[in-house]
């Protein structure tokens, strides 16, 4: 069953140097752009991380730092790269907590304040955990009756994830063949980051996901220990996260 979309949709996957998603870089992306028409757009680049990339991430991707030294940074490609993104929705696998938080952290490094907050995110690893609770190299197998055989090769994972997606469609009659619908299912929670340091509590209003004033409001916890806005906006968060926050503390400041 082929997508209905409404706007394009970017499926991607990226290799990294590591899994933390506000230190680790990226060593590869590739994206697949589906135009309304059925059209589809390969783009699939090296990147330099300007860090070592670690024995632990080659052995997964194959991508070592003799492979990416003369190749560009995402400095260098940012700006080019959401330009090609503007208008987008997207798609990916596990792209809700990895992904897309590591791409929007690349972004804000080089001082691309991307805004994505209007977009529709479709997470097909969520959706496939719900329905089967397997991996992407066995989605692929279940879903497509294919085998993954690059699986850890950006563009290899990025088409194959594209496939399961419409796969599912063609099996779940229940799935609604919709990028909103689909987006809505796939998501796990409501988080105000990425990293869900900040959630949404049942009344929609931003509260802390984690440490001591976790399920307190974050405007009601600036007010009454400002020091703890100082102490996140020096901590080890990732820069999405100390954005929120920023725009939370600013917006309560102007009684808005």
Same mark, same amino acid.
């Given at each position: 069953?082929?997508?209905? /979309? ?40 090296? &990147? ?10 080659? !052995? ?39 992904? =897309?938080?590591? /791409?929007v952290e690349e972004f804000l490094r080089c001082g691309i304040n991307v805004d ?21 190299? !066995? ?8 085998? &993954? ?25 229940? =799935? ?17 980051? $990425? ?10 209003k931003e509260v802390f996901g984690f ?16 020091? $703890? ?28």
């Open positions: 069953m082929e997508l209905k /979309l409404r706007r394009p949709i970017i499926f991607f996957d990226l290799e990294t140097t590591g899994v933390d998603t506000s230190k680790d870089r990226i060593v590869e992306i590739s994206l697949v752009k589906v135009m309304p028409d059925g059209e589809e757009i390969i783009k699939t680049r090296r &990147l330099n991380p300007q860090m070592h990339i670690p024995a632990e991430a080659t !052995a997964i991707h194959g991508i070592t730092d003799e492979d990416v030294k003369d190749c560009p940074t995402f400095a260098q490609i940012a700006k080019s790269l959401e330009q090609f993104m503007q208008g987008c929705d997207f798609g990916g696998f596990n792209s809700n907590r990895f992904d =897309l938080p590591v /791409l994505f907050k209007k977009r529709k995110f479709i997470d097909v690893q969520n959706i496939f955990h719900k329905m089967e609770q397997r991996t992407l190299v !066995a989605a692929y197998k279940f879903y497509c009756n294919k085998d &993954l055989t690059e699986a850890h090769s950006a563009e290899a994972d990025t088409l194959a994830t594209y496939e399961v997606l419409k796969a599912q469609l063609d099996r779940y009659p229940t =799935l609604e063949n919709d990028v909103n619908a689909l987006a809505e299912f796939s998501a796990r929670g409501e988080t105000v980051d $990425y990293a869900g340091r900040i959630v949404y509590d049942d009344k929609g440490g001591k004033y976790k399920g307190r409001s974050v405007s009601e916890v600036f007010a009454t220990d400002p020091s $703890y806005y100082t102490w996140m906006m020096n901590g080890d968060f990732p820069l999405y996260t100390k954005k929120v926050i920023t725009e939370i503390r600013f917006r309560e400041k102007n009684g808005k």
